[in-house]
T-cell receptor, first 112, second 119 residues
């Protein structure tokens, strides 16, 4: 079946450090891939997405590239800020935004 | 983005009682809403797809008589956990599609979740 594996957290970084959160997936066919972010007390928000191999999704300085050969969609940011502290979820779907399959989430803590 | 609210944000109940959780799309109409459940340190698991004016579609392994879903209007879906037991304690999250919610490109907007604790 379809599944998403992402690195366990928490990931603790200092402000302006480089961020990588690993995400790999198992799926039949060619799913769409997503990163969602959840700030404290709020609902999940779409951060970025990619719908086909080699696509790069980007938003707010974050980016991730759909790598079919390694079945990965790692999230990166060159310089994190304290305001980036949140839980990040990797997800996939075979049907656009419908029936999302999520990873377990990775908590990011950024200190000043 | 569009806003989805959930009420209550947390609830504690006694074993054997029923609990209702509301999910509202505040500034848009949603033909389709989704209900998820999240256990500590685990993924969000899709429980069911809620369709306005018709029966919900449940995922395999989810008891439809246990988790009653009603989608009475285009802005409200409710999840009722009937005869709750401690193993039902979890974090319940809903989402709603911005353009009705059923098509391939309808981005899902998520509520903040409801934490249920059954004693």
């Amino acid at each position: 079946g379809n599944s998403v594996t992402q690195m366990e957290g928490p990931v603790t970084l200092s402000e302006e450090a480089f961020l990588t959160i690993n995400c790999t997936y198992t799926a039949t066919g060619y799913p769409s891939l997503f990163w969602y972010v959840q700030y404290p007390g709020e609902g999940l928000q779409l951060l970025l997405k990619a719908t086909k191999a080699d696509d790069k999704g980007s938003n707010k300085g974050f980016e991730a590239t759909y790598r079919k050969e390694t079945t990965s969609f790692h999230l990166e940011k060159g310089s994190v800020q304290v305001s980036d502290s949140a839980v990040y979820f990797c997800a996939l779907s075979r049907t656009g935004f419908q029936k999302l399959v999520f990873g377990t989430g990775t908590r990011l803590l950024v200190s000043p | 983005g569009a806003v989805v609210s959930q009420h209550p944000s947390w609830v504690i109940c006694k074993s054997g009682t029923s609990v209702k959780i509301e999910c509202r799309s505040l500034d848009f109409q949603a033909t389709t809403m989704f209900w998820y459940r999240q256990f500590p340190k685990q993924s969000l698991m899709l429980m069911a797809t809620s369709n306005e004016g018709s029966k919900a579609t449940y995922e395999q392994g989810v008891e439809k008589d246990k988790f009653l879903i009603n989608h009475a209007s285009l802005t409200l879906s409710t999840l009722t956990v009937t005869s709750a037991h401690p193993e039902d304690s979890s974090f319940y999250i809903c989402s709603a599609g911005g353009n009705g919610g059923a098509s391939f490109d309808d981005e899902q907007f998520f509520g903040p979740g409801t934490r249920l604790t059954v004693l």
